[in-house]
C-alpha cells in the first residue's frame, strides 16, 4: 500500500526565513503527489501537484516541490515565509492508475515567529 | 458555482443518535470523496463515488455509516447510533475525469461533528 510520511510535526521559522517540510513516499511506481493547506477550522487548498511531468513543480502563494524519485521525497518549500503561510500542511500520495484515493501523511503544523 | 459545499458546518449530538450530512460538489464534477479527519491527523478515505454508483467504500466506513448520491448530484452521509469515536471533521471533495489537467480534488470545509 502506499504511504507518505511527514517528518516533523511542528515546524517554527521566522518570518522571511526558509520554510522546508518534508514529504517521503512510498510506493514500487512513482505515483502522483500533492501538497496540501488547511487552515483552521477550513477544508484543504491544494498547493501544488506532481503527475510526472515537470520534476519541479511550482504553486500558489510562492510554494515550489522537488519530486526526488531516488529519494523517494517531494519535500516542500518556500524561500521567505509569511505570517499568513502558518497553518497545517499535508502531503498526498495516489496511485497513477485506478481510483483517485488519496492517502495523506499526518500533518505538519507551521509556526511564523514574527 | 464557488466549490463543493457542505452542511452542515458543525454538528453536536448526543451518542446514540442519528445524523446526517450534505455534500453539494461542482457542479460538473463527476466524482466525489468523503474523508474523515481526526484531531492531529490527516484525512482519511471513506467512500468515493461516481455519478451516482459508490464504486469504493474503506473499512473505516463500519455498518453504521451509509452514504448515497441519487441522481449522481449531491451525496448524504448518515451516521447511525453514533458513538464518541466518531466525533471527527467529515470532508467532502469532488473532480472530474474530464479535467486532464487537474488530477486533484477541490474539497468543501467540511462538517465538524461532536458526540457527547
Known amino acids: 500500500a502506499q504511504s507518505v510520511t511527514q517528518l516533523g510535526s511542528h515546524v517554527s521559522v521566522s518570518e522571511g526565513a526558509l520554510v522546508l517540510l518534508r514529504c517521503n513516499y512510498s510506493?514500487?511506481?512513482?505515483?502522483?503527489l500533492f501538497w496540501y493547506v488547511q487552515y483552521p477550522n477550513q477544508g484543504l487548498q491544494l498547493l501544488l501537484k506532481?503527475?510526472?511531468?515537470?520534476?519541479l513543480v511550482k504553486g500558489i502563494n510562492g510554494f515550489e516541490a522537488e519530486f526526488k524519485k531516488s529519494e523517494t521525497s517531494f519535500h516542500l518549500t518556500k524561500p521567505s515565509a509569511h505570517m499568513s503561510d502558518a497553518a497545517e500542511y499535508f502531503c498526498a500520495v495516489r496511485d497513477i492508475f485506478g481510483n483517485e484515493k488519496l492517502t495523506f501523511g499526518t500533518g505538519t503544523r507551521l509556526t511564523i515567529i514574527p | 458555482d464557488t466549490g463543493v459545499s457542505q452542511d452542515p458546518r458543525h454538528k453536536i449530538t448526543k451518542r446514540g443518535q442519528n445524523v446526517t450530512f450534505r455534500c453539494d460538489p461542482i457542479s460538473e464534477h463527476n466524482r466525489l470523496y468523503w474523508y474523515r479527519q481526526t484531531l492531529g491527523q490527516g484525512p482519511e478515505f471513506l467512500t468515493y463515488?461516481?455519478?451516482?454508483?459508490?464504486?469504493?467504500k474503506s473499512r473505516l466506513l463500519s455498518d453504521r455509516f451509509s452514504a448515497e448520491r441519487p441522481k449522481g448530484s449531491f451525496s448524504t452521509l448518515e451516521i447511525q447510533r453514533t458513538e464518541q469515536g466518531d466525533s471527527a471533521m467529515y470532508l467532502c471533495?469532488?473532480?472530474?475525469?474530464?479535467?486532464?489537467?487537474?488530477?486533484?480534488?477541490?474539497f468543501g470545509s467540511g462538517t465538524r461533528l461532536t458526540v457527547v
Open positions: 463515488f461516481q455519478n451516482e454508483a459508490q464504486l469504493e
Open positions: 510506493s514500487s511506481v512513482p505515483p502522483y
Open positions: 471533495a469532488s473532480s472530474s475525469r474530464l479535467d486532464r489537467g487537474n488530477y486533484g480534488y477541490t
Open positions: 506532481y503527475t510526472s511531468a515537470a520534476t
